[in-house]
Nanobody, 121 residues
Framework: VQLQAFGGGLVQAGGSLRLSCAASGRTFSSNAMGWFRQAPGKEREFVAHISRSGYTYYADSAKGRFTISRDNARNTVYLQMNSLKPEDTAVYYC????????????????WGKGTQVTVSS
């Protein structure tokens, strides 16, 4: 299984970006898909995930500004990011794994390569 992310880029503060991530592979069956991010000099942190049935879970930093969605037929997850701030600047990583609500990084089965998001002030 491979996860490929798209949609990163440079945007001004207050702007929006939409990330997408598609899973390929005949055996893909992970319940949860979502995103982490890693800013320069910081540890990787959870952003949001969504289950196959559509239940969503967000980090506090993402609530109210980011919306995660999923197309199960295409094994694709999306992250709509609005009202972006300079502190959202990071490499965003797509991930897929079992559905947990604590320390989801421990349940990850597949990681995608990151996509850079840069928010200028």
């Amino acid at each position: 299984v491979q996860l490929q992310a798209f949609g990163g880029g440079l945007v001004q503060a207050g702007g929006s970006l939409r990330l997408s991530c598609a899973a390929s592979g005949r055996t893909f069956s992970s319940n949860a898909m979502g995103w982490f991010r890693q800013a320069p000099g910081k540890e990787r942190e959870f952003v949001a995930h969504i289950s196959r049935s559509g239940y969503t879970y967000y980090a506090d930093s993402a609530k109210g500004r980011f919306t995660i969605s999923r197309d199960n037929a295409r094994n694709t997850v999306y992250l709509q990011m609005n009202s972006l701030k300079p502190e959202d600047t990071a490499v965003y990583y797509c991930a897929a794994g079992a559905l947990t609500y604590k320390d989801w990084s421990n349940a990850i089965e597949y990681w995608g390569k990151g996509t850079q998001v840069t928010v200028s002030s």
